[in-house]
C-alpha cells in the first residue's frame, strides 16, 4: 500500500539516496551558508559622519548612498559642504552645522569620525596645535553627544573613528601589528591623544572601532594626487632614501573597511587600516612611474623637503611597515592587496 508523499518527505528521501558528501563539500556549504547571511538585505541606516567632505569622507558618503542609507554631514561650514553634496544631487544627505550635531547624532544608527586638520604641511607650533587639537576636540564632541543619546534612550550603535599608522613612530627594520607599542615622537603623541578621547565613549552600549590608517591612495587627494603631476611632467622619484616604508591603503579599500566596521558586530577595537603588502617608498615611485609611463629618475633631496615642509618632512623622510593582521584575521577581502594593481586601477582614471 502506497503511502502520501509530501514535498518535505520527498526532500529528505532525495538526500538519503544521494551520496554522503566529502567533508570539503560539507565546509563549502557551511561557507555558503555564512556567506548568504552576511549578504541578507541590511536595514537602511543613518550614518553621522564628520570630515565628510574630504577625500575619504566624500567617497563614504556615495558608498552609503548607493546602498540606500541616509547621511548626516556633520560640518563647521554648511555652504562648504552644500557645494560638495548639492541637495539636488545628494538628497540622501542632511547637512548639519555645529548647533545640530547633537540632533543629528541622536537619531542616527551609527557615527563615523573622519575629521582632522591634514599633515602635509609646513608645522609651526601653531600648525601643529591645529593638528591635535582638530582631532581631539571634535572627537571628543562626538562622543559627549553619543553618551548624553544614551541618557535619552536613542544612541548610536557604532562608533567607528579614525586614528592613524603615526601612532606607532616610525621604523626602517621593525614591522607593526595592532598589538605594537606606541612610538615616542610627535604624531605618535597626536594618536594616542585622539585614539584615548575616542575611547570615552561608553562601550557597554556602544561598538567602537579605532581604524590606524595608512597612506590612502587615491586620484583625488592624499599624498598620490601630489605625486602623479611631478611624474607626468619627467620630475618625479623618491623622497629622500627610499627605504624608507610605505603602507598604503586604496580608498576603495578603506571605504569598504569602515562600511564593514559599521555593519559587522565583529569589528571592534583597534584595526589597521592598510594594504596586506607595505612597499618601500623607492618601489612605490618605480612602479608609479611604471603605470604613468615616465621614469622615476629625479630623487627629491632631504634638505629640499626639509625646507619645504620643515619638520613636518619626517613624515615622508621616514614611514613604518604596518600589517592588517586584525582586517585578514577578520576575513576583510582587499581589491587591491598589491600596490601595482591599486596604481593601475587609479591610472584608468587620469
Known amino acids: 500500500m502506497g503511502f502520501p508523499t509530501t514535498p518535505l518527505l520527498k526532500l529528505n528521501l532525495e538526500l538519503e539516496l544521494r551520496p554522503r558528501p ?24 543613518t550614518v553621522s559622519i564628520t570630515g565628510a567632505t574630504g577625500f575619504i569622507g566624500r567617497r563614504l558618503v556615495q558608498k552609503l548612498l548607493s546602498d540606500n542609507h541616509k547621511v548626516c554631514v556633520l560640518t563647521r561650514s554648511a555652504s562648504k559642504a552644500a557645494s560638495v553634496f548639492p541637495a539636488s ?11 545640530d550635531w547633537e540632533a543629528c547624532v541622536r537619531g542616527s544608527s551609527a557615527v563615523v569620525n573622519l575629521a582632522g586638520t591634514p599633515i602635509s604641511t609646513r608645522w609651526s607650533p601653531e600648525v601643529k596645535q ?13 562622543v559627549e553627544y553619543i553618551n548624553r543619546a544614551g541618557n535619552s534612550g536613542s544612541q548610536p550603535s557604532v562608533l567607528v573613528s579614525a586614528t592613524a599608522v603615526g601612532y606607532y613612530g616610525t621604523s626602517e627594520t621593525r614591522s607593526f601589528d595592532e598589538s605594537s607599542p606606541s612610538g615616542n615622537d610627535y604624531l605618535a603623541e597626536v594618536c594616542r591623544e585622539w585614539e584615548a578621547t575616542a575611547c570615552q565613549v561608553n562601550q557597554r ?3 567602537l572601532v579605532l581604524l590606524r590608517i595608512g597612506v590612502v591612495l587615491g586620484k583625488e587627494g592624499g599624498a598620490l594626487a601630489k605625486m602623479i603631476p611631478l611624474f607626468l611632467m619627467f620630475a618625479g622619484g623618491p623622497l629622500g632614501t627610499g627605504r624608507q616604508w610605505f603602507s598604503w591603503i586604496h580608498l576603495d579599500d578603506l571605504v ?4 564593514e566596521s559599521l555593519l559587522n558586530p565583529a569589528y571592534k577595537g583597534v584595526i589597521n587600516g592598510t594594504a596586506p603588502n607595505p612597499v618601500r617608498l623607492s618601489e612605490l615611485c618605480e612602479r608609479l612611474g611604471r603605470v604613468v609611463g615616465r621614469p622615476s629618475w629625479l630623487p627629491v633631496p632631504e634638505l629640499a623637503l626639509k625646507a619645504v615642509l620643515g619638520e613636518g618632512a619626517f613624515v615622508v623622510l621616514e614611514g613604518q611597515k604596518v600589517l592588517p593582521v586584525k582586517a585578514k584575521d577578520l576575513g576583510f577581502s582587499y581589491r587591491y592587496p598589491y600596490v601595482e594593481d591599486a596604481l593601475k586601477a587609479i591610472a584608468m582614471d587620469l
Open 89 to 99: 544631487t545628494y538628497p540622501g544627505v542632511t547637512i548639519a552645522e555645529a548647533g
Open 130 to 142: 591645529d593638528i591635535k587639537q582638530s582631532r581631539v576636540n571634535v572627537t571628543s564632541k562626538v
Open 205 to 207: 552600549d556602544v561598538r
Open 22 to 45: 566529502s567533508s570539503t563539500t560539507r565546509r563549502l556549504l557551511r561557507l555558503r551558508l555564512r556567506c548568504a547571511g552576511l549578504n541578507s538585505e541590511q536595514p537602511p541606516m
Open 256 to 259: 569598504n573597511l569602515i562600511y
